[in-house]
């Protein structure tokens, strides 16, 4: 089965810009996931969308990043306006419905760089 | 809150060698541990458990949960080079959300 896919894999901007990124979970996965993993750390619950429901975004920071999935697959989270601190690497995971399957599987990341 | 630690930190071993990478946590309303392996940029699921005391492995790698204790323990027996990675554990707790720990660097020398 294909993996979760996630673009751009990297991106540079300057702070008080703006960006976007992208993510398709894998087929079939309900649960789809946003983590913020800055160097050093692990990754941070960002928000959490069960088909196109949020179910937990109480560690997004909601006066700058902005997260939907309207049609229950992909997803994009967005930042608007960037700040230095914002440079991490973004990971999308997604699970697979049942609440026996806790194990998420997660995208490639796209690394964002705030200058 | 919830609050996973791990330890150690960072850690540098040679080929052949045994690890032990430590785990513990504190969480509300327990569900389970899972142990993720990070190279580049994407973690990749290792293990899951659930049950205190059984023993999950997977070639080299095993690991033991102890709710008793609240922690767990990842053994990795004789390493190699492409063990080399961070080492992530995490708990899923209220809402079967994942808290992850800061993880482990693992270095093998060849």
């Known amino acids: 089965e294909a993996g979760v896919a996630q673009s751009p894999r990297y991106k540079i901007i300057e702070k008080r810009q703006s960006v976007a990124f992208w993510c398709n979970p894998i087929s079939g996965h309900a649960t789809l996931y946003w983590y913020q993993q800055i160097l050093g750390q692990g990754p941070k619950l960002l928000i959490q969308?069960?088909?196109?429901?949020?179910?937990?975004d109480s560690q997004l920071p909601k006066d700058r990043f902005s997260a939907e999935r309207l049609k229950g697959v992909d997803s994009t989270l967005k930042i608007q306006p960037a700040k230095l601190e914002d440079s991490a690497v973004y990971l999308c995971?997604?699970?697979?419905?049942?609440?026996?399957?806790?194990?998420?599987?997660f995208g490639p990341g796209t690394r964002l760089t705030v200058t | 809150e919830d609050k996973v630690v791990q330890s150690p930190l960072s850690l540098v071993v040679h080929e052949g060698d045994t690890v032990t990478l430590n785990c513990s946590y504190e969480?509300?309303?327990?569900?389970?541990l899972l142990w993720y392996k990070q190279e580049k940029k994407a973690p990749t699921f290792l293990f899951m458990l659930?049950?205190?005391?059984i023993e999950k492995k997977s070639g080299r790698l095993s690991s033991i949960l102890d709710k008793k204790e609240l922690s767990s323990i990842l053994n990795i027996t004789a390493t190699q080079t492409g063990d080399s990675a961070i080492y992530l554990c995490?708990?899923?707790?209220?809402?079967?959300?994942?808290?992850f720990g800061k993880g482990t660097l693992l270095t093998v020398n060849p």
């Open positions: 659930t049950s205190s005391g």
């Open positions: 969308f069960q088909n196109n429901g949020v179910v937990d």
């Open positions: 995971a997604s699970r697979r419905p049942g609440l026996a399957r806790l194990e998420q599987y």
């Open positions: 995490a708990v899923a707790g209220s809402n079967y959300k994942l808290t």
């Open positions: 969480v509300t309303n327990f569900r389970s």
